[in-house]
């Protein structure tokens, strides 16, 4: 039998054992705060990945079949939409999590 300061001694290394095993909050990527410079990088980048994305597809069919402007232009501006498309998803995404705070606030507060 071990001798009682040693009981003790394994309880609490049992005790920061358990409490280091125990598994940690995860923060959602939608819990996350963004202040307003991340989100105008994240809004600029999506949209020169659009661009970016249809400027290849269209250079790479116009090179397949050699009509040079032609795909070129139309990927552009297929890349452009869809760039301005996920800006857009993005700044309502950040609408309704500011109203959701809002709410919340509200909510706690007793209004």
Do not use: C, N
Not at 4 to 32: N, Y
Not at 53 to 74: A, H, K, R, S
Request: hydrophobic share 45%; aromatic share 8%; charged share 25%.
């Amino acid at each position: 039998m071990p001798d009682p300061d040693h009981s003790e001694r394994l309880k609490a290394l049992d005790a920061k054992i358990a409490a280091l095993k125990a598994p940690e909050q995860v923060k959602d990527h939608s819990e996350e705060h963004y202040s307003q410079a991340q989100l105008a990088w994240r809004m600029v980048i999506e949209l020169v990945a659009g661009l970016g994305i249809g400027f290849g597809i269209g250079y790479g069919l116009d090179t397949l079949f050699g009509t040079m402007p032609i795909f070129l232009v139309l990927f552009i501006l297929f890349g452009l939409a869809a760039g301005v498309l996920t800006m857009m998803r993005s700044a309502k995404e950040v609408q309704t999590k500011q109203q959701q705070a809002a709410e919340e606030e509200g909510d706690a507060s007793g209004d």
